[in-house]
Structure formats: C-alpha cells, structure tokens
C-alpha cells in the first residue's frame, strides 16, 4: 500500500489526507496514461488493478491510499480488440481453423484478436494499409488488400470467407450492405460494428448522448441488411466505448435461409440492448 504523500505549491511536504479522485483522472495525474482517453481504454481493457483486483469502471472513485497498478504489455496492438474480445466472451463462435476479411483493419486490434484466437487466414482490407501494425504485416496469415470498403468483390479473395467483420468511420454501414453482400456465402458470419455517431441520417458531431438515437441508429443498420436478405442473429453493445466516449454495438448477422425471412432481433431486443448498454455505462 503507497504511502498518502503530495507536495504543496510552496514545496512543503503536504500530509492531509486527499480527496477522492476519479480513476481515470488518477490515471493521468501519476503518468500511467497520457491522456483521461487513453486511461479509460487501459481500465476498460482490464489492464488496471485497484488494490490487487481488475477495475474496468474508469468513475471508480479513489484515493492516494489506493493501491493502483497498470500492465506494461498490452494484449493487442489497439483498443479495437478488446472491444472484439468482449462479444466473443458473450457469444460461441469458433474461430480455430477459419478464413476470415477484417474490413477497415486501420491499426489491427480486429486482426491482431483473430490470429490469437487460431484462424488460418486473414484479409485485412483498408485504403491505407500502411497502418497495419508491423508485427501483423509480418504474420504470413495475413493478406493485405488496399480497397474502399463499397468495392470489394468475391475476385479478391482466394478462399470462401467464414467471418467478415467491420469496423469503418465516417460512413455508415449501410452504405456496405451490396459490397457484403456480394462477399460472403451462407456460411458467412457477418459481425458489424455499430458506431451511432455516423449512423445518424442529419449526421452528429462528438458524443451521442441520446437512447432514441441509439434505438434508431441501430434499427436503420438492421433494416438495411434485413432487405438484402440478412438476418441478425446477436445484438449486444461494446464493452469498450468509442475514442470518443460514444457506446457502440455489435451486430452479427448472416445470409437468411429464405429470402423473406423476418429479423430475428425485434425492437423490443434493441430497446433492452440499449438500455443495458446505458446501464453499464452510468
């Protein structure tokens, strides 16, 4: 246990007991984190301890008597895959063996989360593919492929994919559904990350802080692929919000057996859904 010591503005050594102070903030002010974002991706990944346990609630209130420690090594080389992580610890789906497209790859973090957990390939799509981490560039499962998300045909891919997932900024998903579509098989599980923020039809800026736009944002995503014959079998929302603090989902679908058949998922799933997901994130 840390001794409660600060050092007042004159120099002098201030021995009062402290406030309590947000774990993110404490974060920041003892340089684990370089930033309050950057602290709330490490407690939310399960990188923290509060006096030996993992904390994930960055507004867990402590103090200068807290025991605090932060791993050194990341598990993956970005945020992203911790927020795959989380729905894979929800729903079982076996990775072992498969063939998979990681659409919008940017750093890797999706990529990075598939080769731990044993496929047998990955197509990492994304119009700048230098941001590949280079330890990922390096891993001979991986097949980059520079392409705009919208343009992708079955002609690029060597292998009939088990799992195509998505994570994409400053376009909403919707706009992929024909490009998808045109990719995957029966097999296919689609899983799609849902970012309300660029799913708004008047378009947002910063932070969505409203459960209707929530609702509705994900409602229009499954519409979408509903008409072309999707069918979603999951709905959750991410364990790890946005770089922003916006709360994401994840939906994954696959090809509906018949062409007309209805949404699993109904509007009172994606009311509980969202409403979980304010809950968790109170």
Request: some cysteine; glycine content about 6%; aromatic content about 8%.
């Amino acid at each position: 246990m840390e001794q409660n010591l600060s050092i007042d503005g004159c120099g002098n050594l201030d021995l009062r007991p402290r406030k309590s102070l947000r774990l993110d903030l404490l974060l920041v002010e003892r340089g684990f984190a370089e930033s309050r974002t950057k602290a709330q991706w490490l407690i939310e990944s399960g990188c923290v301890k509060l006096n030996g346990t993992i904390c994930t609630k960055p507004s867990k209130k402590v103090t200068g008597n807290d025991a605090i420690e932060v791993a050194k090594n990341l598990k993956y080389v970005s945020r992203a895959g911790y927020k795959l992580e989380g729905l894979f610890e929800e729903i079982q789906l076996e990775l072992f063996g498969t063939v998979v497209c990681d659409i919008g790859s940017s750093t890797g973090g999706f990529v990075d989360f598939f080769l731990q957990h044993g496929v047998s390939k990955v197509y990492s799509v994304d119009v700048n593919i230098e941001q590949l981490h280079e330890k990922l560039r390096a891993d001979p499962r991986v097949i980059q492929i520079r392409a705009n998300a919208k343009d992708l045909v079955p002609s690029l891919f060597e292998d009939e994919l088990d799992y195509i997932s998505v994570d994409v900024s400053f376009i909403s998903v919707t706009k992929l559904v024909h490009s998808l579509k045109a990719i995957s098989s029966e097999k296919t599980n689609l899983i799609i990350l849902i970012k309300p923020q660029f799913e708004i039809s008047h378009g947002h800026k910063g932070v969505v802080r409203n459960k209707l736009m929530h609702f509705e944002a994900i409602r229009n995503v499954l519409s979408a692929y509903q008409s072309a014959g999707f069918r979603c079998k999951y709905l959750t929302f991410s364990k790890i919000k946005g770089v922003e603090g916006n709360i994401e989902f994840f939906a994954v679908l696959s090809k509906a057996e018949e062409k007309n058949i209805c949404n699993e998922i109904t509007e009172d799933d994606i009311i509980t859904v969202v409403e979980r997901a304010w809950e968790d994130n109170g």
